[in-house]
């Protein structure tokens, strides 16, 4: 069976009743989407926040270098969830929403995989509880509001060549990188260049996911800088443009973090979805710390691999919030390392043990940025799969093990949680038996030439960066102001390196910082590396093609 003829013969359970049975949840501080689907209230999240006592420990998924073979950070996730509650842990899984881009682009669905999947499937993959149409409408109306303030006067004295604030939709739609607005008269507005992001790009995605409650949304939303004045320097604000209440009441009830459910009737919380590879890869603060506040255990992920979502998860989403990760489980397939060892996707399925120890390499320097940079304990998941020789499987094992590292096989994809029993048990020995000592990998103050520099050499294996004059520039500039602030590093998510291309784990390369731009309403400076699109296009043959509906409004092909 597919994955989603398996969501799909899944038996639920109302949202409203598991909620209340698993969490003591009241039925009042949920709104429901139907009968599997809930958002629960911010004034019952406030009232866990105040709460005293011992929260749960944090356990984060992350992965290697990401391949087409694919690696199965979340299926992952929802298994060693799955499982952990089956050993009677009372746990939690905290998941991204996924973005309508790659459900019809490249990579499919992204509610996990197999018998280790979050359900409803199609409707988190699709539209959901509306999440990203409100994050895209709220950024959207501050571009209108930009365009109109100069249309009617410009009495703020807003610079049109200086405009930071593009617009975004929820689709990858490389014809709308670069255009142009306000043609057809002075009737359309001024007329300036323009583009668009997606909408899992845009700052207001990020500030949904770092914001804890409404005063701290507005506000945050109020500090976007949108453009500077014609004196150049001056920043113009979203609160400037008095748009920030507006964009706040439009994400009324985004802010609230979704409630679904595992294929083993196991609660979820699935919110926001910012990309890793060009946002910090997160969900949001508010589900994070419900699931700690309820459960004994959450277990939650960072997109992509471990130099970039794990890195901004630490670095970003855990300063911002003051989270300490207990441990940290990095997935890897047998077919995937192999792919680092140069071997060809069409032939992942046949044994090579040459290509899986040249390929391990990509493993082994995600191990050392886990471990010994950010002195956190770690967990190997080998995510299995069935052309996975036994001989494959036990060098893995001896090899991680060679390192200090636990490696566990997992089979969670075909047997769900009972298939994930030993990889709890190796991640419960860790987090209730040891005390993390968890440290950042720059301090903040350090100045952002060195903070960029510093995950360049330490967690890419670079020997330094480089970037043009104008950048320099920008940069001197920001810190002045705000040298204070974390970066989030938007860089390919297939190499240690900028070119995608590089497997394994390329050293001694020069990671050249293309741009840098300010995001104060997030918290985060964005340094753009190599040539990252902040706006994705659609591979030759997209998913979308494959994507059907019956007159029955039965759903095939989403994965």
């Known amino acids: 069976m597919s994955d989603i003829e398996i969501a799909q013969a899944a038996k639920m359970q109302p949202i409203i009743q598991l909620a209340e049975e698993k969490f003591g949840i009241p039925a009042e501080h949920l709104d429901p989407y139907g009968h599997y689907k809930a958002k629960l209230s911010l004034e019952y999240f406030d009232d866990l926040s105040h709460q005293h006592g011992e929260e749960g420990k944090l356990i984060l998924v992350t992965a290697i270098s990401p391949t087409p073979a694919g690696e199965g950070k979340t299926t992952t996730t929802v298994g060693l969830g799955d499982a952990l ?21 490249m990579k499919g669905g992204a509610a996990g995989g197999g018998y280790s999947q979050v359900v409803p499937m199609e409707d988190i993959n699709l539209h959901f509880t509306g999440d990203f149409h409100a994050i895209g409408v709220a950024h959207n109306l501050l571009a209108a509001m930009i365009d109109n303030h100069i249309n009617h006067g410009n009495a703020l004295d807003i610079d049109p060549r200086r405009i930071k604030w593009k617009r975004v939709v929820d689709m990858n739609d490389r014809a709308l990188r670069e255009i142009t607005v306000g043609q057809g008269g002075p009737a359309n507005g001024y007329l300036r260049e323009d583009g668009f992001d997606i909408v899992v790009a845009s700052e207001v995605m990020a500030i949904l996911c770092l914001a804890t409650n409404r005063a701290d949304l507005k506000e945050r939303l109020g500090r976007i800088i949108i453009g500077y004045k014609t004196d150049r320097v001056t920043p113009v604000y979203a609160s400037d443009l008095k748009a920030h209440g507006a964009m706040a009441a439009l994400l009324k009830d985004a802010i609230k973090p979704n409630i679904v459910q595992t294929l083993e ?47 901004k ?93 636990k490696c566990v096989v997992s089979k969670h994809w075909a047997e769900g949680g009972a298939g994930a029993e030993e990889l709890a048990e190796a991640v419960l020995n860790i987090v209730d038996n040891r005390e993390p000592g968890f440290e950042y990998v720059y301090d903040i103050n350090t100045p952002i030439w060195d903070k960029i520099e510093t995950i360049a050499t330490k967690l890419y294996g670079a020997s330094g960066i480089s970037a043009n004059a104008k950048v320099k520039a920008e940069i001197e500039r920001l810190q002045e102001h705000y040298g204070d602030l974390p970066i989030c590093m938007a860089k390919t998510q297939m190499s240690f390196s900028t070119e995608p291309s590089a497997k394994g784990a390329p050293s001694g390369h020069t990671v050249e910082i293309t741009d840098i731009k300010l995001e104060n309403g997030a918290g985060f400076i964005v340094a753009i590396a190599g040539n990252m699109m902040t706006m994705p296009g659609l591979p030759k043959v997209p998913t979308a093609e494959k994507i059907d509906i019956d007159d029955l409004g039965v759903i095939t092909g989403l994965f």
Not at 282 to 307: H, I, P, Q
Not at 357 to 369: A, D, M, Q, S, Y
Not at 377 to 403: G, M, Q, R, W
């Open 313 to 405: 998860f630490l670095s970003i989403k855990c300063r911002s919030a003051k989270l300490k990760p207990s441990a940290v489980v990095l997935v890897a397939t047998v077919r995937a390392l192999k792919y680092h060892g140069g071997i060809e996707k069409d032939h992942l399925n046949q044994e090579n043990l040459a290509a899986l120890e040249k390929g391990f390499v990509n493993l082994e320097r995600h191990i050392h940025n886990v471990t010994v940079n950010y002195g956190l304990p770690a967990v190997v998941c080998i995510n299995h799969f069935t052309y996975d020789s036994d001989d494959e499987t036990d060098l893995l094992i001896k090899k991680c093990e060679a390192l200090g590292v």
């Open 265 to 311: 009737n196991n609660l979820a919380i699935v919110h926001g979805g910012p990309f890793a590879n060009i946002a910090h890869g997160c969900n949001s603060v508010t589900a994070t710390k419900t699931a700690l506040k309820l459960a004994d255990y959450a277990v939650t992920e960072a997109g992509f691999g471990a130099d970039l979502g794990a890195e």
């Open 85 to 105: 509650n089956r050993l009677g842990k009372k746990t939690m899984i905290c998941l991204r929403e996924p973005s309508l881009g790659p459900c019809f682009g």
